[in-house]
């Protein structure tokens, strides 16, 4: 790399913002911080904001405005608050790449803003392709901006692609851990604790993202968004168990040929590579060793179990506004499990009515997008209110 390429990291208080900046902190002269947001963690906001001294830093909760800039003041950090701002500040010329880490919805405005600005997309945030991945990627192709994919699946499809645009993918093959109920059947899914799902077994993630792989949902959501980055139909896009999460996934193209990417379970390299592309840049990583893995395995998913995963397939099929609907139903299910008014095996229960009573719009529009993610959230929340 010549020049540093200046980053803005929405959401760099959680799992992947914290460890951008851990790729960051390592390549100084490669990456300079430009703008840090974060929602309602404003004490770590701050302290990572006096380590990078970013041009500017954005607290969502406009509550905690007054103790960010009063202790960012002596620094002349640009301190602003509120939803609107984290969708604003993208638009700053100084800015080259925004890595999109909010979780949930919320990335989508924010995307929509930094591609209209012309900055290049670091992708973490898989729901905003799956709430409007339609007006995402032609947004992107009218405006010349690239979308890295930083979820490790769809960056493994990326590095198997790389060389080989110009050859047609058969199809992808998505790997997935399992969670931590892998094998469970219903009996045992239906007394599963809060505490039980936040525990995966290979991967470190924010409490959302934990529970949507317990459920499989987070499965569901990254097909929907392999549709979109790469251009696949439905049927191109399989899914496959792989408990040991070493190979990331897989692309198999028309001669029958399966390139696959490997590495241990590390979210930083797939980080990395989104913001160094085309280049890859040392790192001091953890190597992976074939003799600590003598076997790799692979199973069928239990979509009958896991329902959430055929859930995703359905509403990927159905297209328009169906997935919007979807995302904004699993994410109040899952807020409600977390906060106990809902159990495990409900939470697919509550998404599929949601997608029965929601109103099915075949050729929405960005507005239409965010009606219908209000209307489905309310749907949902009445669903839960009429089940306590």
Known sequence: MTEPKRVAILGSTGSIGTQTLEVIRQHPKDFI????????????????????IPNAVVIGNESLYAQVRDALQPKDIKVFAGIKA???VVEMETIDVVLTALVGYSGLIPTVNAIKAGKQIALANKETLVVAGEIITALAKENRVNIYPVDSEHSAIFQCLIGEFHNPIEKIILTASGGPFRGKDKTFLETVTREQALKHPNWDMGAKITIDSASLMNKGLEVIEAKWLFGLK???????V???????????????????????????IPIQFALSFPDRLKSDFE?????NYPQLTFEQPDLKTFKNLQLAYDALAKGGNAPCVLNAANEIAVAAFLNKEVGFLEMSDLI????????????????????????????TKELITNKV
């Open 33 to 52: 911080v430009e703008v840090l947001t974060a929602q309602n963690n404003a004490e770590l906001l701050i302290a990572q904001a006096l380590e990078f």
């Open 86 to 88: 984290i969708a604003q």
């Open 234 to 240: 439905t049927e191109q896009i399989d899914v496959v």
């Open 242 to 268: 792989h408990p040991q999460s070493i190979i990331h996934s897989m692309v198999q193209f028309e001669d029958g040929s399966i390139k696959a990417q490997l590495g241990l379970p590390d979210m930083r």
């Open 287 to 291: 190597r992976f060793d074939f003799m």
């Open 352 to 379: 599929g009515e949601t997608l029965e009573k929601a109103e099915f719009i075949a050729h929405p529009n960005l507005e239409d997008y965010v009606e219908t993610d209000k209307r489905a959230r309310e749907i």
